[in-house]
């Protein structure tokens, strides 16, 4: 079975220094990986993805994500912190090889809080 | 959130009774997901739909029940049997399409609706 490790359950970072929400997966064979941000009472919103390719992926707001699978990571970067990043971040994964619809495993989420 | 539709935002349910939380989207999306949040524990997936008339559980359908009538719209019913309803759920849809598309991977969600029991 697949799943998604978010070890921090919050990170704070001072405003205009970089930030990591880290994420590990376990999955069988190649996976695909996402992140999402979840602003107070929404739902989610898509950030990034990788499917294949360049390892360092870039998204929305400035983030990027570097996929390492050698170490099952997938974590989540952005070089200088604002303070409207302040949400929760959810690390998500599938197996390439599933064709079903269900089998994005989400993580239990990260409490980002930049600091003025 | 844009396309996706849930109603109510918030909604209080009495002991013993059926409520219905309603998804709908006009993102032309085969598939759509229930989720259901609690502090610190993600999300977890209650039912899906890849098609019309047909869904399938997820890991807590227990006490939920869903129909999907039309493709447009996936509305979850949490019954009497789920003793512990309070939390927030969350609606998605996405593409299910097969060979190398990936936009078929991500998954849009609605803005939810928090369930309190009175």
């Known amino acids: 079975a697949q799943s998604v490790a978010q070890p921090e359950d919050q990170v704070n970072v001072a405003e205009g220094n970089p930030l990591t929400v880290k994420c590990t997966y376990s999955?069988?064979?190649?996976?695909?990986l996402f992140w999402y941000v979840q602003y107070p009472n929404r739902g989610l919103q898509f950030l990034l993805k990788?499917?294949?390719?360049?390892?360092l992926v870039k998204g929305s707001y400035g983030f990027e994500a570097e996929f390492n699978k050698s170490q099952t990571s997938f974590h989540l970067k952005k070089p200088s912190a604002l303070v409207s990043d302040s949400a929760l971040y959810f690390c998500?994964?599938?197996?390439?090889?599933?064709?079903?619809?269900?089998?994005?495993?989400f993580g239990s989420g990260t409490q980002l809080t930049v600091l003025p | 959130d844009g396309g996706i539709t849930q109603s109510p935002k918030y909604l209080f349910r009495k002991e013993g009774q059926n409520v219905t939380l309603s998804c709908e989207q006009n993102?032309?999306?085969?598939?759509m997901y229930w989720y259901r949040q609690d502090p610190g524990q993600g999300l977890r997936l209650i039912y899906y739909?890849?098609?019309?008339?047909?869904?399938q559980k997820g890991d807590i359908a227990e006490g939920y029940s869903v129909s999907r009538e039309k493709k447009e719209s996936f509305p979850l019913t949490v019954t009497s049997a789920q003793k512990n309803p309070t939390a927030f759920y969350l609606c998605?849809?996405?593409?299910?399409?097969?060979?190398?598309?990936?936009?078929?991977?991500?998954?849009?969600f609605g803005a939810g609706t928090r369930l309190s029991v009175l």
């Open positions: 998605a849809s996405s593409i299910v399409g097969s060979g190398g598309s990936l936009a078929k991977n991500i998954q849009y």
């Open positions: 999955v069988s064979g190649n996976p695909y």
């Open positions: 990788y499917i294949t390719g360049d390892n």
């Open positions: 998500a994964v599938r197996p390439v090889s599933s064709g079903s619809a269900r089998q994005l495993t």
């Open positions: 993102l032309n999306h085969d598939a």
């Open positions: 739909s890849q098609i019309v008339n047909d869904f």
